[in-house]
């Protein structure tokens, strides 16, 4: 008799991915909350106190937390799909990092656009990313059974 035989180490495995899943995603939907709530009340007292010219850097810093927030709400979607389907959907992986290519171009300090290897190569992670994202939503669509008329 094994100690583990292959059927009963591969369900133990996947019931321990799942729980951490789920733990993992309570955490980040907490973490998010939180920031969400953060920025939320930083904004609005700046807001009301009139403490800030959005024109010097203070926009680029809002949208940075922004996008950042929206980042971790799409990794936390990612999460939740792997925990309803029991696969990685790479279609959100992509959107992910697309949103987080985004986000670091967004708010590259001042200077950034006088070197040319950086932004070539920031264009070249885009233009893979989007590739890479056309490629897979292709193939879905083609191997989709037909649609009855």
């Not at 955490?27 to 009139?50: D, K």
């Not at 810093?61 to 709400?73: E, M, N, S, V």
């Amino acid at each position: 008799m094994k100690l583990f035989d292959d059927k009963q180490f591969l369900s133990a495995i996947h019931g321990y991915e799942r729980q951490l899943a789920k733990l993992l995603a309570l955490l980040l939907a907490v973490v998010v909350g939180i920031a969400a709530l953060e920025l939320l009340v930083e904004t609005g007292v700046t807001v009301v106190q009139r403490q800030t010219n959005w024109f010097d850097g203070s926009l680029i810093k809002l949208l940075d937390r922004l996008l950042l927030i929206f980042i971790a709400l799409e990794v936390l979607q990612n999460v939740t799909a792997y925990l309803r389907d029991q696969v990685v959907q790479i279609e959100l992986v992509l959107l992910t990092a697309l949103t987080a290519v985004a986000r670091k171009v967004i708010v590259l300090p001042p200077g950034t656009e006088n070197k040319p290897a950086l932004m070539a190569g920031f264009g070249v992670i885009v233009v893979g990313l989007a590739a890479a994202y056309w490629l897979v939503r292709q193939a879905r669509r083609d191997h989709q059974p037909a649609q009855p008329s």
